[in-house]
């Protein structure tokens, strides 16, 4: 168990007070990165620093407190024809943890990373002085603060660009691949998509090892969807959130009920190729619309891990998911996609193939991680924190 003093400010000269004050100490957001990089003796909580403090609707330059969320910036922008340049698989995240992890999303390969996107950002720095910086004043705590997990100093103002949409809809198409060579060919023949990604069945050895669902998109066009949608394009029909009230027991997920879950959802989709149009939100945060999703995991939880080979090691890719086949540690979330060039100083995208795979946690899990490790590092890849 971790300890830790949560301190939370609304203006700068509370966070100045804190940072001076604390001999360790970290920026945290909405804590929803998977590891402890949020966690130290001192936690410097931005939530409260969530103001949208200037927009401009024809240009779509947004300029936002770092504590503000995903969320409550698409809730603001949609409406307004514009959307996120850059979204992981979760919308409840803050700018400030946006930028810390330079996050990737399913566009990395035609549109980089949230860094790329940022044209101007406010950081105050161990002494407590507030630095403005860019991709061309002040470069250098630019450039080792987008990727820099909190480590330069806590991010208060961020000043980004945004894109622009016709609708709140995504032109979704959906291809099966038997195994992971027609996946991998699949993803070079479909990388003039915007949004391309792809489920994998980590279990599944034989004919079908690496077979998968490639997901591919597109900002939808009001003349794609459908007569009763295009009366109010920008809308989207308030759901009704799911909720897991309590923690499942962890024995429900084991190499049987994964190899059964993913028998159906890849046999589910009955024809090869299925071509639709899907609100936004199913299409970029479909664990979103269940709270507490990760209570599936049991008490223990799960650990995430992410890597990325360099694309001349796709001998390394593909060792590494036979021994998650052999090995049985179940991943019902298993997702590849090919990363495009990344120039950053020390964000973790380059190109290359990268998996992600939720385990859930079990004796001698955390054994079998440090092998993958081993392999990631001897075919030349990087693990994401
Ligand atoms: C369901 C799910 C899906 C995800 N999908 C993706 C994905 O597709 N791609 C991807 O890249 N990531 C993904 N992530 C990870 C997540 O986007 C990142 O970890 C993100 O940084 C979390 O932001 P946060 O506000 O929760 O920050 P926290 O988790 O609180 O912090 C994350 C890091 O950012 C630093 N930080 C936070 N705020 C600031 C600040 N204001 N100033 C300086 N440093 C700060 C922290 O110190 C820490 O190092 C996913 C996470 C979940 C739960």
């Known amino acids: 168990m971790i300890q830790a003093n949560e301190y939370s400010f609304s203006v700068l000269n509370e966070l100045k007070k804190n940072l001076q004050n604390a001999e360790v100490g970290i920026a945290r957001g909405m804590g929803r990165c998977y590891g402890d990089a949020s966690l130290?003796?001192?936690v410097f909580s931005t939530l409260k620093l969530n103001h949208i403090l200037g927009f401009n609707p024809s240009t779509g330059i947004i300029e936002v407190e770092s504590g503000i969320t995903l969320d409550s910036i698409l809730d603001f922008i949609v409406p307004q024809a514009w959307f996120l340049p850059v979204t992981p698989g979760t919308k409840y995240i803050t700018v400030g943890g946006a930028v810390a992890s330079d996050v990737h999303g399913k566009?990395?390969?035609a549109e980089g990373c949230f860094r790329q996107h940022?044209?101007?950002m406010d950081v105050m720095v161990e002494d407590g002085t507030?630095?403005?910086c860019s991709p061309t004043v002040h470069a250098d705590l630019f450039d080792a603060t987008c990727g820099g997990m909190g480590l330069t100093g806590v991010i208060t103002r961020v000043k980004f660009q945004l894109k622009k949409i016709e609708t709140a809809y995504i032109k979704q198409k959906m291809i099966k691949a038997k195994n992971l060579n027609e996946i991998i060919e699949l993803l070079d023949t479909y990388s003039t998509y915007t949004y391309s990604v792809a489920w994998i069945d980590c279990l599944k050895s034989g004919d079908g090892f690496g077979r998968s669902i490639l997901m591919?998109?597109?900002?939808?066009?009001?003349?794609?969807?459908p007569e009763r949608l295009q009366k109010s394009p920008l809308q989207l029909p308030k759901k009704k959130l799911i909720n897991l009230p309590f923690f499942l027991p962890s024995f429900l997920l084991n190499r049987l009920s994964v190899s059964i879950f993913n028998f159906l959802y890849y046999h589910k989709m009955l024809k090869r190729e299925i071509n639709n149009v899907v609100a936004y939100e199913p299409f970029f945060y479909p664990l979103d619309a269940i709270q507490n999703w990760n209570r599936g995991y049991g008490k223990k939880g799960f650990v995430q891990y992410q890597f990325v080979l360099p694309l001349e090691s796709r001998e390394g890719l593909v060792k590494i998911l036979k021994k998650i086949a052999s090995?049985?540690?179940?991943?019902?979330?298993?997702v590849l996609k090919i990363f495009g060039d990344d120039e950053s100083l020390i964000s973790f995208p380059m190109k290359g193939y990268t998996l992600a795979l939720d385990l859930p946690v079990r004796k001698n899990l955390f054994p079998f991680l440090d092998e993958l490790d081993a392999l990631v590092l001897e075919y030349k890849g990087r693990i994401y924190l």
Request: aromatic share 4%; net charge negative; glycine share 6%.
């Open 40 to 42: 130290a003796d001192s």
């Open 107 to 109: 566009n990395h390969h």
């Open 118 to 120: 940022v044209l101007e």
């Open 130 to 132: 507030l630095v403005t």
């Open 216 to 225: 591919l998109g597109e900002h939808a066009k009001v003349e794609d969807l």
């Open 327 to 334: 090995n049985g540690h179940a991943s019902f979330l298993a």
